[in-house]
């Protein structure tokens, strides 16, 4: 009997009596962000990654190979499922349904009676009655042993109990439901973010296939938007979709699969031309961005099963004629790796609870990658030569990186004397307090040098574009007087003894670092420069939340006395309707901004400085994955993806007039 045989005869007695209830559900809906994260965009998201969650778990379990998640005009939203259905007969503690008890009862589901799951992803239980209670209105569905079972929620209590309400053929769940805008500042779903998601959770477990369809939204056929993920090489087709836009070293991806110590292990890797590493690290489908022992113990291995080979090959020799000793970053440039992993018992750790802490999971990792890596290398000579070859070239690149690194770090230790000598700074030391405003040019550095408060903005005038660090190797990074600039203005230091690419944010300088650019096609390109360097180069500044965009405004309208700026179209487009209906005794104007050197230094600062009344859009990374797939495409050398980018996306953009 296999492993698949042994889950299934196992559950085959899923019932009330594998509900196990460990706590109420009273303090959701007050301290909802205890939950799921935050109540704008992450948090309303959230709630569907859970549902969806609950059918992986059940896939996981080997009883269901199919998740359907739709979009509604009114942005609810539905997930169905073909798995066993939740129970719904008596729970014997709760007097109730086991469905109720599910959907009413935090930290209540099988996942915590290990007979019903072997591993589960989600919350560990919180996820569907969090998302009960978080919403106004809920309705599930439940097709089970020939019959069809229904019942409906408003903000988290049943408004009848567990019915049934005929037969059916049909099997699984189908829940459906909408978030209690009196909780979510955001309630406007993002299509292409539950796109993203989905696509990693069909990349992540082979055979099954998600669909998401978006019923607000038509394509060119007149049908509704939708997309289906399916992948049957699992983790070799997430490589190559990662990889998409790079030159690869080898032809297909290193792939390991395996089981050991009762962890089933899921690892592919491939080398490319890049000068970034790339790993991408999971445990029962959910994104470990803190790493942890898995990702340790993938490095260790690779690390340790390189080095031996390239030293038992003599393919290192030129290295210790120049005296360069490699290191463990060296063997990971250029490298895209995925690493997923199924613990039963997975201890998290972290700020955001994203690392994994099983210790014994590090050593299990470490030992398969060696013994599969070895194999792999003997048996591919030519491919292990360009990995090798590629490793040698890392280190050499390291060596000159790390003299111009020093060159940045020697000048940042030295006093106010060591800053750019553009850097307007401000006076308050409290790095909480303070803000730098990265603006592009030197004209629209004067004017907000001009309109900022002195006390707590800094203003550092960019010129021109910066250099675009997806094409350059590191040391160019650390030669270029801009990028130079941004790193002694922060004040931060770059490496460790484990990692010479970490960033040290403890001398900080400040807490918001915030991008101006003009509002046109120059100003997007020199904003999507910088973010893919603070990606690529000071990722830790975005996980933490310091990065932030300024949103200057595109119009300021006038009519008399009066004037209203606009920040779309739309509001251009409402005031002027508005002005017309007022009367047409006063003539109206409109300007259009192009660029920051436009504005007078108090307009400026009236629209996009003071906080007041700017609107700052913090710039977050969910995603990691497609964060790292599009500043590769968008930036990289491969035209045509970027080129299809263009072509796909070009009807949602504006001419300037």
Known sequence: MNDLENIKGSNANYTADNIQVLEGLEAVRKRPAMYIGDISERGLHHLVYEVVDNSIDEALAGFCDRIEVTVYEDNSVSVLDNGRGIPTDMHEKEHRSALEVVLTVLHAGG?????????????????????????????????????HFQQEYAFGKPLYSVKEVGASTQRGTFIKFTPDDTIFTVTKYDYSTLAARMRELAFLNKGITLTI???RQKDDQGDFVSETFHSERGLIDFIRYLDDNRERLTDEPIYIEGEKSGVPIEIAMQYNNSYTENLHSYVNNINTHEGGTHLSGFRRGLTRTLKKYADDNKLLEKLDKQKIEISGDDFREGLTAVISVKVAEPQFEGQTKTKLGNSEVEGIVSQMVSEALTNYLEEHPKEAKNIVDKVALAAQARHAARKARELVQRKNVLSGSGLP?????????????????????DSAGGTAKQGRDNKTQAILPLRGKIL??????????????EIKNIYTALGVTIGTEEDSKALNLSKLRYHKVIIMTDADVDGAHIATLLLTFFFRYMRELIENGHVYIATPPLYLIKRGNEHQYCWSEEERVAILNRYQEIGKEKSVSVQRYKGLGEMNDDQLWETTMDPKNRMLRQVSLDNAVEADHTFSMLMGDDVGPRREFIERNAKFAQIDA
């Open 421 to 441: 000598g553009k850097l307007a700074d401000c006076s308050d030391k409290d790095p909480s307090k303070c803000e730098l405003f990265l603006v592009e040019g």
């Open 111 to 147: 996942k915590f009676d290990k007979g019903s799951y072997k591993v589960s992803g989600g919350l560990h239980g919180v996820g569907v009655s969090c998302v009960n209670a978080l919403s106004k209105r809920l309705e599930v569905d439940v097709y089970r042993e020939g019959k």
């Open 468 to 481: 675009n660090v997806e094409k350059a190797l590191q040391h160019r990074a650390f030669e270029s007087e």
């Open 213 to 215: 369809t978006d019923r």
